[in-house]
């Protein structure tokens, strides 16, 4: 019973790396989304996926690329990482179906940029 | 936009005594749903309990309960026969019903349980 799997769950990256933060899911949910948590602000929206081959932007989009070319896969790509970008990344999905059901959300990924 | 303000950023409550943990919503929509996240020191987000907007009844869950005031757009968790695991930071947050758009979470309230 996996769930949503994040890997990896710990990175540390120097200013202007480009890295991919992975996300599966096994539950067949066709909605999949990216947050990120900093300290005193929630998680908030980066990028978000209704199905295979179709994502859009959420709250704080800017310095990250998604892809969707399964139901199960959901990467987030950093192409030059930031300082600014150092924060608790977490992956969640739900069904489209059924809205009231809650999102299940994966582990998280903790990045340090230096 | 919709906005969620969680504006008690830390509470603290006796072992066995009762905490209500409050958040308030800003949105012009009128059918939603409504949660309420725990996050352990070991980062899990653990769904607590949720609302749909268009019931009235408060939701219930063991000793985890809602008091939803659609109007005053106000959702207050109540936590009952507080435990030491019921320590954690707690995370109101707002869905729209029928939209794409995910979740929409509040800056959270971390609460401590006094033995």
């Known amino acids: 019973n996996a769930g949503v799997t994040q890997t990896p769950k710990f990175q540390v990256l120097k200013t202007g790396q480009s890295m991919t933060l992975q996300c599966a899911q096994d539950?067949?949910?066709?909605?999949m989304s990216w947050y990120r948590q900093d300290p005193g602000m929630g998680l908030r929206l980066i990028h978000y996926s209704v199905g295979a081959g179709i994502t859009d932007q959420g709250e704080v989009p800017n310095g990250y690329n998604v892809s969707r070319s399964t139901t199960e896969d959901f990467p987030l790509r950093l192409l030059s990482a930031a300082p600014s970008q150092t924060s608790v990344y977490f992956c969640?999905?739900?069904?489209?179906?059924?809205?009231?059901?809650?999102?299940?959300f994966g582990d998280g990924t903790r990045l340090s940029i230096l | 936009a919709q906005t969620v303000t969680q504006s008690q950023p830390e509470m603290s409550v006796q072992e066995a005594e009762t905490v209500t943990l409050s958040c308030t919503y800003d949105t012009s929509e009128s059918d939603y749903y409504l949660f309420w996240y725990k996050q352990p020191p070991s980062r899990q987000m653990i769904l607590v309990i949720r609302?749909?907007?268009?019931?009235?009844q408060n939701a219930t869950e063991n000793r985890f309960s809602v008091n939803f005031q659609k109007a005053a757009k106000s959702f207050s968790l109540k936590i009952s026969d507080s435990q030491l695991g019921d320590a954690a930071m707690y995370f109101c947050?707002?869905?729209?019903?029928?939209?794409?758009?995910?979740?929409?979470f509040g800056s959270g309230t971390q609460l401590t349980v006094l033995p």
């Open positions: 947050a707002y869905r729209l019903s029928g939209s794409a758009r995910q979740l929409t």
């Open positions: 609302q749909e907007a268009y019931k009235q």
């Open positions: 539950m067949n949910h066709e909605y």
């Open positions: 969640a999905s739900s069904s489209g179906q059924a809205q009231h059901q809650p999102q299940h």
